[in-house]
């Protein structure tokens, strides 16, 4: 993914000095991978393996050459403790915006009630204005009763119901 292609991650706590985000790069698959295979509750079977490293070095590769997408760690003491993906969305309705999507907000077990979640969020907002996002959407599974008072309590209101369906 090269250069960092978001604003700098500014720390406005000093517990949180130690933490940086950057913009995810090959040598992270695993961390981030493992990130994911630790969420009981996402239920996307992920899993880090032999078996299962082609695809997402194959994932990495479409978001890497991809501009509208980031994908970003965050680190403390040189471990992947977070993540978050950013991808922004030219949009027809609302005259043109783009918006920005805020998928896979991942804090490690160990790390979570630190600040980190706040911190990551943040960083996502400045990269989708500095993109030119007219807004910015997430969704969080419905028994995540937790996140959801967190994303609330950053401003993030329920304005949508989402539907998906496994293709």
Do not use: C
Request: proline share 3%; no cysteine; aromatic share 8%.
């Amino acid at each position: 993914m090269g250069a960092d292609r978001g604003p700098a991650a500014t720390d406005p706590v000093s517990r949180l000095s130690a933490a940086t985000i950057r913009e995810a790069r090959a040598e992270d698959i695993e961390a981030v991978a493992r990130l994911f295979a630790e969420d009981s509750l996402g239920g996307h079977g992920d899993r880090w393996d032999e078996s299962t490293r082609p695809a997402y070095e194959a994932a990495f590769a479409a978001i890497a050459a991809s501009p509208q997408n980031h994908l970003f760690v965050l680190e403390e003491a040189g471990a992947v403790v977070g993540t978050f993906q950013v991808t922004f969305l030219p949009g027809f309705s609302g005259r043109g915006a783009l918006r920005a999507k805020l998928e896979g907000v991942q804090v490690r077990g160990d790390r979570r009630s630190r600040g980190y979640g706040a911190l990551m969020i943040a960083h996502a907002e400045a990269v989708a204005r500095a993109g030119g996002a007219a807004s910015l959407a997430l969704t969080s599974n419905k028994a995540r009763t937790d996140a959801h008072r967190f994303y609330e309590r950053l401003g993030y209101a329920r304005t949508h119901e989402g539907f998906k369906k496994t293709l």
